[in-house]
């Protein structure tokens, strides 16, 4: 019998979690108790510990996270044909919450380099923004983009380019049959040219499909956000292209950066296409103002700041069945540690905060703080019913192959990214962050939808959890991303920057893996390194539209 094959997330829990494959007919031992499988369970899947009647609960991680549709014997996996997505009623705050700090004594004395701006907001990188306020100026983007990388050493290496002009050569010289047989071109490293600007991490080029076309509160909602960005620690000034008669509007945008911050003090070039005239007199103006206020923000230099000055964001993303059990709680570990030094956290994805309401309700600072969360999530998924959908349906292809079946048994897991810690705030979309500790805030559960939030509030970090590996990033905030399991750390390292499998293995506890990631947070929010998404160039960038297109 091998008890350390499985696992049993809390003592109310009626399944096991399989750690590495088990075979149907094997007899695993645990707690004392042993079980004959009636199905192969594949590592990170679920098997019953006692018969489950239909219509009966399926409990893991001491919450309800789904109900039998049928039958389901001891010892059998749990799966879509045998159990569907259920989750607990929540209600308003009826108790209080008392926290107990951990222990942050090795980082009392320590700091980050940071850039600290006027509002005494600390960025953890210096970039310059280029961003439309409209579509129809995204070409001018990319004019404005190939202009300044290439001119400034900003540029990515062009392997690809060489590999084409490679391959153009050799069917010139020796027609198709030498390239069918040269096999794939090998990755290198290409030396980067100087930089112009050595205290600039960079100029960054936003794109997206908004600002017009959609309903006012989604144009409104970009602006928000576009503003987010602009105030943003980790941007030192923005140069911002507007068409003139869409939607999302100039003095709207400003409206929204006065909200956030009524004493904005940094360089900020709006110019707008319908007034300028033609294309290349915008151009031209957009690029003398830009290269002067890169200047500027190039006298700005890394100081030591202190750690209450991070603002974390908490993302998952190509979740699996070790999520939840690995990296998820590691840095719900590591959120709780920057918490008790004073900082800020992200907890985003509110379909995956579907059945674990009340515990967050009851957590919450304030019942003002409690009554917001809860109108909000009744909100969204009333808005998602709306349009003939449902949290019950957040689970992706991916999600339900490596273990997470329901979405209540994928919330379960996601929501321990957020630790222990009191709810100090609850954000709605695009609001900015300010509350220190654990604030949550309205997003969707798409990967770049969410990050893209995130840094909008204010995370100057973000870290992301995978099971299934995905290389979201972001133009502004490094995004760490950490592994659940070995495997894919092993298996994509050039997207992996820390592995939380030992976890699994049972070599080292969640709170080493929370502290060891902690350590790695203020290395990056040093300058001291670059995340694999940063390495990559891995921009994205896409605001959440809430509306529908008119």
Same mark, same amino acid.
């Given at each position: 019998?091998?008890?350390?094959?499985?696992?049993?997330?809390?003592?109310?829990?009626?399944?096991?979690?399989?750690?590495?494959?088990?075979?149907?007919?094997?007899?695993?031992?645990?707690?004392?108790?042993?079980?004959?499988?009636?199905?192969?369970?594949?590592?990170?899947?679920?098997?019953?510990?006692?018969?489950?009647?239909?219509?009966? !609960?399926?409990?893991?991680?001491?919450?309800?996270?789904?109900?039998?549709?049928?039958?389901?014997?001891?010892?059998?996996?749990?799966?879509?044909?045998?159990?569907?997505?259920?989750?607990?009623?929540?209600? *308003?705050?009826?108790? *209080?919450?008392?926290?107990?700090?951990?222990?942050?004594?090795?980082?009392?004395?320590?700091?980050?380099?940071?850039?600290?701006?006027?509002? @005494?907001?600390?960025?953890?990188?210096?970039?310059?923004?280029?961003?439309?306020?409209?579509?129809?100026?995204?070409?001018?983007?990319?004019?404005?983009?190939? !202009?300044?990388?290439?001119?400034?050493?900003?540029?990515?290496?062009?392997?690809?380019?060489?590999?084409?002009?490679?391959?153009?050569?050799?069917?010139?010289?020796?027609?198709?049959?030498?390239?069918?047989?040269?096999?794939?071109?090998?990755?290198?490293?290409?030396?980067?040219?100087?930089?112009?600007?050595?205290?600039?991490?960079?100029?960054?080029?936003?794109?997206?499909?908004?600002?017009?076309?959609?309903?006012?509160?989604?144009?409104?909602?970009?602006?928000?956000?576009?503003?987010?960005?602009?105030?943003?620690?980790?941007?030192?000034?923005?140069?911002?292209?507007?068409?003139?008669?869409?939607?999302?509007?100039?003095?709207?945008?400003?409206?929204?950066?006065?909200?956030?911050?009524?004493?904005?003090?940094?360089?900020?070039?709006?110019?707008?296409?319908?007034?300028? @005239?033609?294309?290349?007199?915008?151009?031209?103006? $957009?690029?003398?103002?830009?290269?002067?206020?890169?200047?500027?923000?190039?006298?700005?230099?890394?100081?030591?700041?202190?750690?209450?000055?991070?603002?974390?964001?908490?993302?998952?993303?190509?979740?699996?069945?070790?999520?939840?059990?690995?990296?998820?709680?590691?840095?719900?570990?590591?959120?709780?540690?920057?918490?008790?030094?004073?900082?800020?956290?992200?907890?985003?994805?509110?379909?995956?905060?579907?059945?674990?309401?009340?515990?967050?309700?009851?957590?919450?600072?304030?019942?003002?703080?409690?009554?917001?969360?809860?109108?909000?999530?009744?909100?969204?998924?009333?808005?998602?019913?709306?349009?003939?959908?449902?949290?019950?349906?957040?689970?992706?292809?991916?999600?339900?192959?490596?273990?997470?079946?329901?979405?209540?048994?994928?919330?379960?897991?996601?929501?321990?990214?957020?630790?222990?810690?009191?709810? $100090?705030?609850?954000?709605?979309?695009? *609001?900015?962050?300010?509350?220190?500790?654990?604030?949550?805030?309205?997003?969707?559960?798409?990967?770049? *939808?969410?990050?893209?939030?995130?840094?909008?509030?204010?995370?100057?970090?973000?870290?992301?959890?995978?099971?299934?590996?995905?290389?979201?990033?972001?133009?502004?905030?490094?995004?760490?991303?950490?592994?659940?399991?070995?495997?894919?750390?092993?298996?994509?390292?050039?997207?992996?920057?820390?592995?939380?499998?030992?976890?699994?293995?049972?070599?080292?506890?969640?709170?080493?893996?929370?502290?060891?990631?902690?350590?790695?947070?203020?290395?990056?929010?040093? @300058?001291?390194?670059?995340?694999?998404?940063?390495?990559?160039?891995?921009?994205?960038?896409?605001?959440?539209?809430?509306?529908?297109?008119?």
């Amino acid at each position: 019998m091998t008890p350390d094959r499985v696992l049993q997330l809390n003592p109310k829990d009626n399944v096991l979690v399989a750690l590495d494959d088990l075979r149907e007919g094997e007899q695993i031992g645990f707690a004392g108790r042993t079980f004959t499988l009636r199905t192969d369970v594949p590592a990170k899947h679920k098997f019953a510990t006692e018969d489950i009647a239909p219509g009966g !609960a399926v409990v893991m991680y001491g919450v309800l996270i789904g109900k039998a549709v049928v039958p389901i014997g001891a010892g059998e996996r749990l799966s879509t044909r045998n159990t569907h997505h259920e989750a607990a009623a929540f209600h *308003e705050k009826t108790e *209080e919450y008392r926290w107990a700090p951990p222990d942050i004594s090795r980082w009392h004395q320590k700091s980050f380099l940071g850039y600290v701006r006027d509002d @005494g907001q600390v960025g953890t990188r210096n970039y310059w923004l280029v961003v439309p306020l409209v579509f129809c100026e995204n070409r001018n983007i990319l004019v404005l983009k190939q !202009a300044f990388e290439e001119g400034l050493g900003f540029a990515p290496p062009q392997v690809y380019r060489q590999q084409v002009a490679d391959l153009v050569r050799s069917y010139q010289e020796q027609g198709s049959g030498e390239i069918e047989t040269a096999g794939a071109a090998k990755s290198v490293v290409q030396k980067q040219p100087a930089k112009v600007f050595e205290n600039l991490d960079g100029i960054k080029f936003l794109m997206h499909e908004g600002g017009c076309g959609g309903t006012r509160e989604d144009a409104n909602n970009l602006c928000g956000l576009i503003a987010g960005y602009i105030h943003h620690p980790n941007v030192a000034g923005a140069t911002v292209l507007s068409l003139g008669c869409q939607n999302s509007q100039i003095a709207i945008l400003r409206e929204e950066i006065k909200r956030r911050d009524p004493n904005f003090s940094k360089p900020l070039f709006i110019l707008e296409q319908q007034q300028s @005239g033609s294309e290349f007199t915008m151009l031209s103006e $957009a690029i003398q103002k830009t290269f002067l206020g890169l200047v500027e923000a190039n006298k700005c230099t890394r100081k030591p700041a202190s750690l209450s000055r991070l603002c974390v964001g908490l993302k998952c993303g190509g979740s699996d069945g070790f999520s939840g059990i690995s990296a998820n709680p590691a840095i719900g570990h590591a959120s709780d540690l920057v918490v008790a030094l004073g900082g800020r956290t992200i907890l985003s994805e509110f379909p995956e905060l579907c059945g674990v309401e009340q515990e967050l309700i009851n957590r919450s600072a304030q019942k003002e703080v409690a009554d917001r969360f809860i109108q909000l999530m009744r909100d969204y998924s009333a808005r998602a019913k709306a349009v003939r959908s449902g949290f019950d349906m957040n689970p992706s292809p991916g999600n339900i192959r490596d273990g997470l079946i329901t979405d209540a048994m994928k919330s379960a897991g996601a929501a321990k990214k957020g630790g222990t810690a009191p709810v $100090a705030a609850v954000l709605d979309y695009p *609001e900015y962050s300010t509350e220190p500790g654990l604030n949550l805030q309205c997003t969707p559960g798409n990967d770049v *939808e969410c990050v893209t939030a995130q840094v909008g509030a204010g995370a100057n970090v973000v870290l992301f959890t995978t099971g299934l590996g995905t290389p979201t990033g972001n133009p502004i905030a490094p995004v760490v991303k950490l592994s659940t399991n070995s495997l894919l750390g092993q298996k994509m390292p050039d997207i992996i920057d820390i592995d939380t499998g030992p976890v699994i293995s049972g070599q080292q506890t969640i709170q080493q893996m929370g502290e060891e990631i902690l350590d790695l947070v203020v290395q990056f929010a040093s @300058g001291k390194g670059r995340t694999k998404a940063e390495l990559l160039a891995q921009n994205d960038f896409i605001p959440w539209k809430r509306g529908i297109s008119l």
